[in-house]
């Protein structure tokens, strides 16, 4: 009789962080991006034993930080055995081998990390391929220290030119399964576009916003699903329509990708597809942390990125302060004579700030994990919603009305 195997366990690995305070980027950012890849690293299940900064104009070309803090983190890890040191901004492969020689562990920057957490995370075939091309985009010019066996692949007589080095066969055998990759979620593509086209004319709203701000549980709350959602980066990375009604009117919900700070532009570039369906949403729902200490710079990052990405910035949209439930403040004491900061205002001053600021955008204050404030976040939807269903289909205006009359 065969005995059945337990897969076993995933091993948690052991990291050290390290980032550069540079003229760029001050210590207090530099600590919230250290803040940040430590809870990358504990998605892609690593434990963080300890963070290294070191204040540089810009980064060593040969190992990204200077020699006497190299040795530092050299020290630091054969004493606790470290599994792997992972740097804040991108690599040069140079820089990967000096620092793998050196410290002789594992070596990944921010956006291998991020990878590695997609790579866990995708489930559909499309969020697979995006990843896959995402992996040898970056790979390709990191071609100097790895891939050597890639010729292994792709064999056959004359498939070789006459004096080609190992190196160009490598980047030849890449950019060919970068052109394939494409070309696969082109099909991919095409199918999702005929998908679109035959939901109709419903009115269509998507849910942005930075990584882990709870779009997924609001998902869940309004769509009466079953999203996955965790308090975890990219717990989403494929795109959710759920069919909800509110009143009498139905519209299709959309749940996307969060977008994260650092984020290399062949990984927006591979992800692209993935924001068509807020590309072609008709309102957008805006979800913010308000509980995070630095939610302003997070709302700056994602209106970068839909302008870059999709054009979002010119769509409607409702801006959703979520996780008031979370929600801390430190007030000013009387015989402080300091400036007032971000972390001195409470939930009514900054609700105050933002519903003056917001312009044209609505803008709600709610707890999706206590349904706070749901009821309010529904009427503002279906108002938005309404106006777009009577701009499109101008004859619903008397069964609209008719509606109102009765409730």
Known sequence: MIEKKTPAPDIIETAVLVGLITPNQDEAHVKEYLDELAFL???????????????????????????????????????????????????????????????????????????????????????????????????LPRLTRMWTHLERQRGGIGMRGPGETQIETDRRIILDKIARLKEELR????????QRKNRGKLTRIALVGYTNVGKSTLMNLLSKSDVFAENKLFATLDTTVRKITIDNLPMLLTDTVGFIR??????????????????????????????????????????????????GANKPMILVFNKIDAFSFTPKQEDDLSEIRRENLSLDDLRATWMARS?????????????????????????????????????????????????
């Not at 901004?89 to 000096?98: C, F, I």
């Not at 099909?187 to 005929?194: F, G, L, N, P, W």
């Not at 992800?271 to 997070?298: C, G, M, W, Y």
């Open 187 to 194: 099909s991919i593509d095409r199918q999702k576009a005929i």
């Open 359 to 407: 312009g044209d955008h609505d803008c709600v204050f709610i707890s999706a994990r206590q349904g706070t404030n749901i009821n309010e976040l529904k009427d503002i939807i279906y108002a938005r919603a309404k106006e777009i269903h009577q701009a499109r289909f101008p004859y619903n205006d008397f069964l609209f009305q008719h509606y109102d009359d009765l409730s």
């Open 41 to 139: 690293a504990d998605t892609a299940g690593a434990v963080t034993r300890k963070v290294f900064t070191q204040k540089l104009d810009y980064p060593n070309s040969h190992t990204f930080v200077g020699k006497g803090k190299l040795e530092e983190i050299v020290a630091y890890v054969e004493a606790n055995d470290i599994a792997m040191v992972i740097f804040d901004d991108d690599l040069t492969s140079k820089q990967v081998a000096n620092l793998e020689r050196e410290l002789k562990v594992k070596v990944l920057d921010r956006t291998s990390l991020i990878l590695d957490i997609f790579a866990r995370r995708a489930q559909t075939a499309h969020a697979k391929t995006q990843v896959e091309l995402a992996q040898y985009q970056y790979l």
């Open 262 to 311: 650092k984020l290399p532009t062949h990984l927006i570039e591979s992800f692209k597809s993935t924001l068509d369906e807020v590309r072609e949403a008709d309102l957008l729902v805006h979800i913010v942390d308000i509980s995070h200490p630095n939610f302003e710079e997070q709302i700056a990052v994602v209106d970068k990125t839909l302008r870059e990405v999709c054009d």
